[in-house]
């Protein structure tokens, strides 16, 4: 699904940096959109494939972030822990699949995600 375009092993590797680093944000405050968005920024000009992996990544990270803030607040309804709980888990399971997935060369979507950058 990558277009027939030859991908080279800079570019799968970066593609998967592109998912995996967004597991900072389980170390460092914000390191879930932080990570994919340095990724993006550095090599986003060496082609499509780091570029809609890097945009995809980020997307989802957003959407994620958004999730988390929402149950946060409903936390003072205790409902908001377990969504948080899932949110986490959802996320780490995801960005794994992800990683591997674009490691071997495919196109990877997230899913229930908001496309903010196109």
């Known amino acids: ?13 970066f593609g998967m940096l592109a998912h ?19 990724v993006w920024l550095i090599k986003k000009e060496g082609g499509g ?3 809609r992996q890097g945009r995809e990544s980020l997307n989802f ?5 958004i999730f988390v803030i929402i149950s946060g607040i409903l936390t003072a309804v205790f409902i908001g822990y377990l969504l948080l709980a899932l949110a986490a888990a959802f996320s780490f ?10 490691y071997d060369g495919q196109d990877f979507r997230y899913p229930f995600c908001i496309r903010f950058l196109n």
């Open 1 to 13: 699904m990558n277009n027939g375009i030859q991908l080279t092993h800079n570019d799968k590797t």
């Open 49 to 51: 494939w780091i570029d």
């Open 61 to 65: 990270q957003i959407t994620v972030f």
């Open 93 to 102: 399971v995801m960005v794994i699949i992800a990683s591997v997935k674009v």
């Open 20 to 38: 995996l680093s967004a597991l900072a944000g389980f170390v460092i405050p914000f390191g879930n959109i932080i990570g994919p968005l340095l």
